[in-house]
């Protein structure tokens, strides 16, 4: 049997919406998401999990309320559990995201910028 | 602040030891790990939790009991927890592996491939 390995830019390539993360794959109870950003999110955070950030694609910055991390292509970045932070893209950046299933993109903000979630593609 | 991103390469840089997992970053109860590998693997399985493969530069193929996969710079692929498997690659590939803190590259078949656990970079 050939099994298939996923290709994050064969995924990115088959949506255009920004901020709409897509699941790819899961690892136990894990997601793989992959998700397009560009200009500004609102400050949030994750009471109960670390997130993380792989640039794919493009330059992302991320604001704290002490700092900032910039993050390119072939760099990550672990956001630690309740740390508030707000993603800034100029241009748009592509990401591969993972975390926990279940764990919304704009924590418990709630709002117009929540996306939905678990969206497979 | 100035946070910092963790580059793949430039972690893969500080060592040229093949086989040997090095940890550069935990999300919750997970590691970051980036591995060198050519040449042949033994077989093994891990119990307990699934394992993710992201191909950083080069060529992997992962062989399981009933086929394979060709995992390319650019791609994943998430192998069951409990599927016996082993990786392959002819010319050297650098990789990120994911899973659970603890997990030993070689399962539960100890032997003299088994590498240092948690070994960080």
Redo the contacts between chains.
């Keep these: 049997?050939?099994?298939?390995?996923?290709?994050?830019?064969q995924k990115l390539g088959l949506f255009a919406e920004q901020w709409a993360p897509k699941v790819?794959?899961?690892?136990?109870d894990?997601q793989?998401k992959v998700v397009k950003l560009k200009g500004d999110f609102i400050w949030h955070d994750h009471k109960d999990?670390?997130?993380?950030f792989i640039?794919?694609e493009g330059d992302l910055r991320i604001d704290?309320r002490?700092?900032?991390?910039?993050?390119?292509a072939?760099?990550?970045?672990?956001v630690p559990?309740g740390v508030e932070h707000k993603p800034y893209a100029e241009d748009e950046v592509k990401l591969l995201l993972?975390?926990?299933r279940g764990v919304l993109n704009t924590g418990h903000e709630g709002g117009d910028r929540t996306a939905e979630n678990d969206a497979w593609i």
Excluded at 2 to 7: K, S
Excluded at 24 to 28: H, L, T, V
Excluded at 49 to 52: Q, R
Excluded at 74 to 78: A, I, L, R
């Design positions: 049997m050939i099994y298939r390995a996923i290709n994050f830019q790819i794959a899961e690892m136990n894990y793989f999990t670390d997130e993380t640039v794919i704290f002490d700092g900032a991390v910039n993050i390119a072939g760099e990550m970045f672990v559990k993972i975390e926990p």
